[in-house]
């Protein structure tokens, strides 16, 4: 398996590689994600499954008929012995069992942060049509559309639309840097929320790159998703007054990149005192010019807690110390809440389920992942494969083929089990 890992995997991992960093710019709907879609579309050829888009940039390849069936009805196709009776008893034995991840990536990020779930679940299928295993209900391989949020500002958008998460309205206004909106990139306003799909779908089970170290310390190539962390992304808006850096006496500016910097300073303070996580990974600054005090600064918080009302107090202060620092620098401050994912707790009985089945681990992540909207509404599962380094969002993340390998072996292992029965 090793090797036909690689040999897949050398098949995308120039797409989208920036020579320079060595990481990836693979924007959702730009040249190289399109290219990586179309690979897809090829993969599932090759394999003689039929291909289907839901109208909101996700794509599905079908191992069993896209058309046969329909709504569950009863049979719990995902049920263990522990298994929450609201969450799988009313899917149905002709359920499909739904696998994949997302192929964009963040600016200059890793290789294997989506893709990876894509790439191991042909290759899932795969093993389990080499060890001759037939499925009893579809196995479903998925591509989600913009799962970083990098080019349109909200993670997990497919996801999201898929389930009516967002409304469709608002997804087709969402702009990126140029100005081109996410309707204007899919080529068609998005379709929004399909029961109808969802319906067809028993399980859903997300395969990742680890995106810390835990697998490292705990000695294993492989884990399974307890939880995910609640977390958002707000928007700070600073507005001051721009002004000639060579002739405005200190005393006099209304510089907003002070009240931004304090607003850093503050958020890193107070997810520290929290146990928490606050980053701000991106600012925009207007004019931004070097003989110039800014007139604007737009800086995007990203925070992430165990708990939601950590979060909320965490937000809540940082908001605080920032409106606080503003009124001091003569500034105004605007906080816009971009995105949020509340706390997800993946189906206990499938995950103990999994993890007894693979003999892994079970870990919570602070990462969000398309896994945790669609938790939401169908039993959801995660596997992990370890990082060497622990680093993602990064060139620097990593797994060896190997683990990789093993991860293929994992996820192949738990659809037999979740389909082929
Ligand atoms: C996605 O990877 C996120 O956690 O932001
Ligand atoms: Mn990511
Ligand atoms: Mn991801």
Same mark, same amino acid.
């Given at each position: 398996?090793?090797?036909?890992?690689?040999?897949?995997?050398?098949?995308?991992?120039?797409?989208?590689?920036?020579?320079?960093?060595?990481?990836?710019? #693979?924007?959702?709907?730009?040249?190289?994600?399109?290219?990586?879609? %179309?690979?897809? #579309?090829?993969?599932?050829?090759?394999?003689?499954?039929?291909? @289907?888009?839901?109208?909101?940039?996700?794509?599905?390849?079908?191992?069993?008929?896209?058309?046969?069936?329909?709504?569950?009805?009863?049979?719990?196709?995902?049920?263990?012995?522990?298994?929450? &009776?609201?969450?799988?008893?009313?899917?149905?034995?002709?359920?499909?069992?739904?696998?994949?991840?997302?192929?964009? @990536?963040?600016?200059?990020?890793?290789?294997?942060?989506?893709?990876?779930?894509?790439? @191991?679940?042909?290759?899932?299928?795969?093993?389990?049509?080499? &060890?001759?295993?037939?499925?009893? #209900?579809?196995?479903?391989?998925?591509?989600?559309?913009?799962?970083?949020?990098?080019?349109?500002?909200?993670?997990?958008?497919?996801?999201?639309?898929?389930?009516?998460?967002?409304?469709?309205?608002?997804?087709?206004? +969402?702009?990126?840097?140029?100005?081109?909106?996410?309707?204007?990139?899919?080529?068609?306003?998005?379709?929004?929320?399909?029961?109808?799909?969802?319906?067809?779908?028993?399980?859903?089970? %997300?395969?990742?790159?680890?995106?810390?170290?835990? +697998?490292?310390?705990?000695?294993?190539?492989?884990?399974?998703?307890?939880?995910?962390?609640? $977390?958002?992304?707000?928007?700070?808006?600073?507005?001051?007054?721009?002004?000639?850096?060579?002739?405005?006496?200190?005393?006099?500016?209304?510089?907003?990149?002070?009240?931004?910097?304090?607003?850093?300073?503050?958020?890193?303070?107070?997810?520290? +005192?929290?146990?928490?996580?606050a980053t701000v990974g991106r600012v925009a600054v207007e004019p931004n010019a070097t003989n110039a005090v800014p007139s604007r600064v737009t800086g995007w918080l990203d925070a992430r807690a165990a708990a939601p009302e950590t979060l909320?107090?965490?937000?809540?202060?940082?908001?605080?110390?920032?409106?606080?620092?503003?009124?001091?620098?003569?500034?105004?401050?605007?906080?816009?809440?971009?995105?949020?994912?509340?706390?997800?707790?993946?189906?206990?009985?499938?995950?103990?389920?999994?993890?007894?089945?693979?003999?892994?681990?079970?870990?919570?992540?602070?990462?969000? $992942?398309?896994?945790?909207?669609?938790?939401?509404? +169908?039993?959801? &599962?995660?596997?992990?494969?370890?990082?060497?380094?622990?680093?993602?969002?990064?060139?620097?993340?990593?797994?060896?083929?190997?683990?990789?390998?093993?991860?293929?072996?994992?996820?192949? #292992?738990?659809?037999?089990?979740?389909?082929?029965?």
């Open positions: 398996m090793t090797g036909r890992f690689r040999e897949s995997w050398d098949g995308i991992a120039p797409i989208g590689r920036d020579a320079g960093s060595g990481g990836y710019l #693979r924007y959702a709907l730009t040249a190289p994600e399109l290219r990586l879609r %179309e690979w897809f #579309r090829t993969q599932a050829d090759l394999r003689g499954m039929p291909v @289907s888009e839901d109208g909101n940039g996700n794509l599905f390849a079908w191992w069993g008929d896209p058309d046969a069936g329909g709504p569950s009805t009863g049979g719990p196709a995902t049920a263990g012995p522990n298994t929450d &009776a609201q969450t799988t008893g009313d899917r149905a034995g002709t359920g499909a069992v739904l696998t994949g991840s997302h192929f964009d @990536s963040v600016p200059h990020g890793g290789a294997y942060d989506g893709p990876l779930g894509i790439v @191991s679940a042909f290759l899932a299928v795969d093993e389990l049509r080499a &060890a001759g295993v037939t499925p009893v #209900r579809p196995v479903v391989v998925a591509a989600f559309v913009e799962e970083e949020g990098a080019r349109f500002g909200v993670p997990c958008l497919g996801s999201r639309l898929l389930t009516g998460e967002i409304d469709a309205d608002r997804a087709a206004g +969402l702009r990126d840097a140029a100005g081109v909106s996410f309707a204007e990139a899919l080529g068609h306003r998005p379709a929004g929320a399909d029961p109808a799909l969802l319906g067809r779908f028993a399980a859903f089970v %997300e395969l990742h790159v680890e995106q810390g170290r835990a +697998l490292v310390d705990a000695d294993a190539p492989v884990a399974v998703g307890s939880a995910i962390w609640p $977390h958002g992304r707000w928007r700070f808006e600073l507005r001051g007054e721009g002004n000639h850096a060579g002739t405005t006496r200190m005393a006099d500016r209304r510089d907003p990149m002070l009240t931004f910097a304090f607003t850093v300073l503050a958020a890193n303070k107070e997810a520290r +005192l929290r146990d928490a996580h909320d107090g965490l937000v809540e202060a940082v908001r605080a110390k920032a409106a606080e620092r503003a009124r001091r620098d003569g500034t105004e401050l605007t906080v816009t809440r971009e995105s949020a994912t509340p706390l997800v707790t993946f189906d206990g009985g499938l995950a103990d389920r999994l993890a007894g089945l693979l003999a892994a681990p079970v870990l919570p992540t602070g990462a969000g $992942h398309d896994a945790g909207v669609l938790a939401a509404h +169908l039993p959801t &599962a995660m596997l992990f494969v370890r990082n060497p380094t622990g680093v993602s969002h990064s060139p620097a993340e990593s797994a060896t083929d190997a683990d990789c390998a093993a991860g293929v072996v994992a996820l192949a #292992r738990v659809l037999e089990e979740l389909a082929c029965h």
